[in-house]
């Protein structure tokens, strides 16, 4: 590895080497074409692109909470003291949208077949949900965070690691901040950490009373320049939002997620006793995406030493949908950085040994340096801290711009 502080450039076709998020300040990820092209583009016309798992394993639970029932599909379960991955969608969609394609990308699998997987449905968004009754009142965003405790719970999970998606990135964001040991680490794409002042709820509004649930949603999901194109992938989103999430309870998860207040975090040290998120993050999303800015002011409100900025060229507003081989990279890396090294299988070699896909998560010390690998259902592994102890290794800093 180099000297800390040195760029890292990682090239197609080269075997990854052990590297800590920590030596990383940018990280160059081979082109990749857009998943939709050609024939896989009209395959989405067909809903089971979108709602049907290539696993076979996931069981479905209902799960009481403080707030109501709450929908989960999981595969696997606990061992040791491995975390979960626990998913949570946007608005306007459910886990197999939001995550079906991303999850079943091959090199994804080769990673998360060593943990249980949780996807966590918002409440009424699920496939075949029944309408709320009339006068329901959806939980607040805060209260849908309070929600996942339950899960966590009933499950026997000790730690989590949460991916989400613009409102569930929210969600899981507050989370984190109300229950920080239940969470590891965090991956939120296109997260909007500000509420809606006036003038974007009068929009919004505006909006609701001249077009459809489903183009008001789209534009919060794509950017203007693949709404402008009407897209395939756009065009298919249109059909699925309409005819698969229930209507009415989306209006009202709509209408909570317009509601919600400010995030509340702050960088260290900008104001007194600043609250922000204690775990590893990444953040992640794709250039010209409607949600850009949110995600640009959420990254100056992280802390640096732990928070990685990811920005992802031609994947629009979905990256996990447009570019799931660029995420798992990234996500790899990220497992990397809070103590756990993934050795895949690389398809694009040929000739010579490459190691079986396996998941070991190496022992740290308080100090960043890596020591002897360990079990993976070891103790807890430690992120990366600075520490008076760490002379001669730089300072740590996690946030990585990067534009892939």
Request: one cysteine or more; glycine letters at 8%; a negative charge.
């Amino acid at each position: 590895m180099k000297v800390l502080g040195h760029k890292i450039e990682l090239l197609t076709g080269l075997l990854l080497h052990d590297v800590t998020m920590a030596g990383l300040q940018e990280l160059r990820f081979p082109e990749e074409k857009p998943l939709l092209r050609g024939q896989d583009a009209a395959e989405l016309e067909n809903s089971d692109t979108f709602l049907l798992a290539v696993d076979t394993d996931w069981k479905e639970h209902d799960i009481e909470t403080p707030y109501g029932l709450l929908h989960v599909v999981i595969r696997g379960s606990p061992k040791g003291n491995r975390p979960a991955i626990l998913t949570y969608h946007d608005v306007g969609l459910n886990h197999k949208l939001c995550f079906n394609t991303f999850f079943n990308f091959e090199d994804m699998q080769e990673i998360t077949k060593h943990f249980v997987v949780c996807h966590v449905d918002a409440p009424g968004q699920q496939v075949g949900a029944s309408q709320f009754p009339q006068g329901y009142q959806f939980p607040s965003m805060e209260q849908l965070a309070a929600m996942l405790p339950s899960v966590v719970q009933h499950f026997g999970f000790k730690y989590v690691i949460g991916i989400g998606v613009g409102a569930g990135a929210y969600v899981l964001a507050k989370f984190a901040l109300i229950f920080p040991d239940l969470v590891e680490g965090l991956v939120l794409m296109n997260i909007d950490p500000n509420g809606k002042g006036w003038i974007d709820w009068a929009a919004t509004k505006l909006s609701g009373l001249t077009s459809t649930l489903p183009d008001t949603v789209l534009s919060h999901l794509f950017s203007q320049e693949e709404l402008a194109n009407n897209t395939e992938l756009v065009q298919s989103y249109r059909q699925q939002i309409g005819n698969v999430v229930n209507q009415a309870n989306l209006q009202l998860f709509w209408n909570m997620y317009n509601s919600r207040r400010d995030l509340d975090i702050n960088r260290p040290g900008t104001v007194p006793n600043a609250k922000t998120l204690r775990c590893p993050v990444m953040l992640v999303v794709g250039d010209n995406a409607p949600a850009e800015d949110g995600v640009v002011e959420c990254n100056s409100k992280l802390d640096p030493g732990t928070t990685t900025f990811l920005k992802m060229a031609d994947s629009g507003g979905l990256p996990q949908v447009t570019q799931p081989g660029k995420l798992t990279e990234a996500f790899k890396y990220f497992l990397q950085g809070m103590g756990y090294i993934a050795y895949l299988k690389d398809r694009r070699l040929s000739g010579g040994a490459v190691p079986s896909a396996s998941m070991t998560r190496l022992a740290r010390s308080r100090t960043a340096s890596l020591t002897s690998a360990s079990s993976v259902d070891g103790s807890r592994p430690q992120a990366c801290t600075h520490s008076e102890s760490s002379e001669g290794l730089g300072q740590v800093n996690h946030t990585m711009e990067v534009s892939c």
